[in-house]
């Protein structure tokens, strides 16, 4: 069974045509691209939503993300040298989320070499 995927393009121009005209350009390199990633949904959500406010709290049990997504935030925390709080606090993420992945993924590389 094929999983249907958002178009996340069409849904944040109209968010922006419809409530913040004035960010279109701030998003334009973003909706410009052939195909948006997770995290160019977290950027457009940043740049639109203006960075966390307290509803964002109760609404990230409804957040997910795909093993690429997952991987670019590890290599950016890896990139950068950051902890696991670092990270969790820069993508708004839970220490215990980060952790997580962090185990679960080293298996999988491992894994493969196996």
């Given at each position: 069974?094929?999983?249907?995927v958002?178009?996340?393009?069409?849904?944040?121009?109209?968010?922006?045509?419809?409530?913040?005209?004035?960010?279109?350009?701030?998003?334009?390199?973003i909706?410009?691209?052939?195909?948006?990633?997770?995290?160019?949904?977290?950027?457009?959500?940043?740049?639109?939503?203006?960075?966390?406010?307290?509803?964002?709290?109760?609404n990230?049990?409804?957040?997910?993300?795909?093993?690429?997504?997952?991987?670019?935030?590890?290599?950016?925390?890896?990139?950068?040298?950051?902890?696991?709080?670092?990270?969790?606090?820069?993508?708004?993420?839970?220490?215990s989320?980060?952790?997580?992945?962090?185990?679960?993924?080293?298996?999988?590389?491992?894994?493969?070499?196996?």
């Open positions: 069974m094929e999983r249907s958002p178009n996340y393009k069409k849904i944040f121009e109209d968010i922006i045509s419809r409530k913040c005209p004035e960010k279109y350009t701030l998003c334009e390199h909706l410009n691209k052939q195909e948006i990633s997770a995290m160019d949904v977290l950027r457009l959500n940043d740049i639109i939503f203006d960075k966390k406010t307290g509803s964002d709290l109760t990230q049990k409804h957040k997910n993300y795909d093993s690429y997504t997952i991987t670019e935030i590890l290599n950016y925390q890896k990139e950068n040298n950051l902890s696991n709080v670092a990270v969790s606090r820069h993508f708004n993420l839970s220490r989320t980060v952790s997580k992945w962090r185990k679960t993924f080293s298996l999988q590389q491992n894994n493969n070499f196996l």
